[in-house]
C-alpha cells in the first residue's frame, strides 16, 4: 500500500477543488456559532438555576 493518489484518467475524472472561502463568510460563520454557544450557555444557566430553585423551595439545599 503506498500514500501516493492515483493520477486522473478517463475512468477517474479530477474531482474539483471547492472555492475558495473568504474572509467575511468566515467571520459570519464564527459569529453565528458564537451566537448558538452563548444560547445553550445560557439555556444552561437558566437551567441550573431553575434547578437550584426547586431545591430551595423543596427543602434540600
Known amino acids: 500500500m503506498t500514500d501516493e493518489t492515483p493520477m486522473p484518467t478517463a475512468e477517474t475524472p479530477e474531482i474539483p477543488q471547492p472555492a ?3 474572509q467575511d463568510m468566515i467571520r459570519e460563520r464564527q459569529r ?4 448558538v454557544t452563548a444560547w445553550l450557555l445560557a439555556g444552561f444557566v437558566v437551567l441550573i ?3 437550584s430553585i426547586v431545591k430551595i423551595a423543596a427543602g434540600y439545599a
Open 49 to 51: 438555576f431553575a434547578i
Open 20 to 22: 475558495p472561502i473568504s
Open 32 to 35: 453565528a456559532r458564537a451566537k
